[in-house]
């Protein structure tokens, strides 16, 4: 991955596959540490099968052999001195969080985390997802709970709903000005 | 300033028009592989630039979606289009750019670009 916030897309949809209904996804900057927090209401695992889920040769997909996703993300976090930890209750959902030193040179970018948040929601209309980054000068939150309300029977993951949650989102990074292209696109 | 009360201008805007967006129809179906080997690829900016395209072209009959690993990693980004009474199109090593060739002649114009497709990309 390229940028962090990929690798943030790539362990919120296990919570999306996981079959949950709220999925909360929050960033905390502390200088030089970035916290990052991925909670759902999902499936679950079983203490035995989340022993071996850090191993790259854990998966119930069944298309490919090996899962990727969270060996990966530890392994970045733990590269830039940060830490990582999963906890799971089967039936009661899952939390992933990872710190990671963003001024290490093993740091990645943070990226274009509106553009993350844009394609979460594009997984499926019904599910929900609270987005909270919270940085040394302000807060940046969308809650989809929030947006229903004005939408109507108007699914979520309609196109132009899903631009307006990208853009809104940019405009709270400070990215609103159409000259500019978004930065930390690699 | 964005505001949420856009959104209900939108919702207004979606209802004036014939034949609402909806997942269970006849429509054209647009979906992109978003599991650890497609997003590590670049599946995130090729289904962003979906759903621009489809919002900017007004189609209420397109939908954009979103799929595990479909086993074909070593050609990630991967893109399937459904169409009703059509055989799947599975596009490969996806990008942008390509999006918007896709877009244009196969969702818009019916005519499959098939430099992009799996079969002419197997090795
Ligand atoms: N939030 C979650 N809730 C329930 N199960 C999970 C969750 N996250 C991961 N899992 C389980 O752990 C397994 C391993 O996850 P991981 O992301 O490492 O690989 P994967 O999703 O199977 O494949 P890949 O991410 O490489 O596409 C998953 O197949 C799933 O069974
Ligand atoms: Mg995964």
Known sequence: MRQLSENILDITMNSVRAGASLISVILTE?????????????????????????????????????????????????????????????????????????????????????????????????????????????????????????????????????LWVRDYLREQYGENDPDRSVPNQS | MKSLAELSAIRDRMKGQVGSRSHDLTGTKIVVGMATCGIAAGARPVLNAFVELTAASGKTDVTVSQTGCIGICQYEPVVEVLEPGKEKVTYVKMTADKAKRVFDEHIVGGKVVTEYTIGSNAK
């Open chain 1, 30 to 162: 502390d200088p030089p540490m970035l916290t990052i927090t991925i909670a759902d209401n999902g499936c679950g695992m079983t203490a035995e099968f989340l022993e071996k889920v850090v191993d790259p040769f854990c998966t119930t997909r069944t298309t490919r052999k090996v899962g990727l996703g969270i060996p990966f993300f530890k392994m970045e976090a733990e590269q830039t001195g940060g830490s990582f930890s999963i906890e799971s209750t089967p039936n009661v959902g899952t939390t992933v969080t990872a710190s990671f030193d963003q001024s290490s040179i093993d740091a990645l970018p943070l990226g274009d985390m509106p553009e993350t948040v844009m394609t979460l929601i594009s997984s499926g209309p019904d599910r929900d997802f609270l987005f909270l980054h919270a940085r040394p000068q302000e807060e940046i939150r969308l809650d989809t709970r929030e947006l229903r309300g004005q939408l109507g029977d108007l699914p979520l993951d309609t196109p132009e709903v899903l």
